[in-house]
């Protein structure tokens, strides 16, 4: 691990969860792209600008946490589906699971073998983190995402001119 407080890959049936490199950025525009995926997260479609600036903040938050989001990657096609991982801005009120995959990937159940891979490795390497999942209270999906996985509702909050919900995922 190139100074990182995880491992930079992960392993699942149908998953290979890696750091992102910069050739992820058209695989992710699918996602950031599309105004029903970025509705509850950043609040409208991106420019390929965009999202290459975002692909640039995930890669920096590992710089700068030691840990961030993977890349998803389907085995069989080796496509980027989106980002599944650890993430903490600086605003957020604590350590999360995030998940973000493209549309064309909701309902077969990547996000939630993503999610729990990430989980089982964050208990083992980062066992002081008591992990969140950090969702817009109108994200029914996500919620949804987030009590398959095991995750409980804790709390709301208000952030960005809204209510979010703070969901504790919990130890094994």
């Not at 066992?127 to 949804?144: A, T």
Request: some cysteine; hydrophobic content about 35%; proline content about 6%.
């Amino acid at each position: 691990m190139a100074g990182y407080r995880i491992p930079e890959q992960l392993e699942t049936e149908r998953l290979w969860l890696r750091t992102f490199q910069e050739s992820d950025w058209s695989d992710l525009h699918a996602y950031y792209s599309d105004p029903v995926c970025t509705r509850y997260t950043v609040g409208k479609p991106l420019t390929e600008g965009g999202t290459w600036r975002i692909l640039a903040s995930m890669m920096g938050h590992w710089m700068m946490r030691g840990y961030g989001p993977y890349a998803v990657v389907d085995k069989c096609s080796g496509r980027v589906m989106g980002p599944v991982g650890l993430w903490y801005p600086c605003d957020w009120p604590e350590p999360e699971i995030k998940w973000a995959l493209a549309r064309d990937c909701w309902g077969l159940g990547y996000a939630s073998e993503a999610a729990r891979a990430v989980n089982t490795m964050a208990q083992a390497y980062l066992p002081e983190l008591h992990l969140i999942s950090f969702i817009n209270e109108e994200n029914q999906p996500s919620i949804e995402l987030a009590k398959r996985v095991g995750a409980c509702f804790e709390k709301t909050l208000p952030f960005r001119g809204d209510v979010w919900h703070v969901y504790r995922h919990q130890k094994e």
